[in-house]
């Protein structure tokens, strides 16, 4: 069965801190792993990681994968308030998609 | 707005009461999925259409009943469902890209979901 864990499960920092977010797997035939932000109701889609070593990038966040112990992390450096947030890890395997319970995020001013 | 709407925002049945949920893409997209969110649990996914055609049910009770009349809509048939059913009900919408075999979950838009509460 896939399988796909998260940590922490939740976080409180303060504005202008770095935090790492991660989020592990295991799962058959694995084609992506996908990162979103989820502030009270819609996920929003931040990124897709395929390749192993390769950082994405967008601003303040960034990611990366590695496919050989089969972990990804997501960065968030100079958090804001805005920052605060469910963050979603989820791997495609096969033609399905495993989501991880997610990270829960406060940023305190 | 992501281009994807869902409507009721907000719904509450009884066990008997057949409801439909419904969601509109209005972005041009050939595929649209059902997530179910449950409190302290991960987002399921629910079902798959790809160009009008169901290509994933994720082992979901037939009390479910998905329907894709056309590439802009996507239904969700609910009849005689649990209190357990109770959860957040995500529509979202991609573009399937060419000939890829896969689907491109990254390209995804979320609706603001549905808030069901079954008694």
């Known amino acids: 069965e896939d399988k796909v864990v998260q940590s922490p499960l939740s976080l409180v920092v303060h504005e202008g801190d770095t935090v790492t977010l991660n989020c592990s797997y295991e799962v058959t035939n694995f084609r992506s792993l996908l990162w979103y932000k989820q502030e009270k109701k819609a996920p929003t889609f931040l990124f897709m990681l395929t390749s192993s070593g390769i950082e994405k990038k967008s601003g303040r966040l960034s990611s990366i994968l590695d496919k050989k112990e089969l972990f990804s992390i997501l960065n968030i450096t100079a958090t804001q308030t805005g920052d605060s947030a469910v963050y979603l890890c989820?791997?495609?395997?096969?033609?399905?998609?495993?989501f991880g319970k997610g990270i829960t995020l406060s940023v305190r001013p | 707005e992501t281009g994807v709407t869902q409507t009721p925002r907000h719904l509450v049945m009884g066990m008997t009461n057949k409801k439909s949920l419904k969601c509109e893409q209005h972005l041009g997209h050939n595929a649209m999925y059902w997530y179910k969110q449950s409190a302290k649990k991960p987002l399921e996914l629910m079902f798959v259409?790809?160009?009008?055609?169901?290509?994933e049910n994720n082992s979901v009770p037939s009390r479910f009943s998905p329907e894709c009349p056309n590439s802009s809509h996507l239904f969700l048939h609910l009849h005689t469902l649990q209190p357990e059913d109770s959860a957040l009900y995500l529509c979202a919408s991609s573009q399937r890209s060419g000939t890829s075999n896969g689907i491109p979950y990254n390209e995804q838009f979320f609706g603001p979901g549905t808030r069901l509460t079954v008694l």
């Open positions: 259409y790809n160009f009008k055609e169901q290509t």
């Open positions: 989820a791997v495609e395997g096969g033609s399905k998609l495993t």
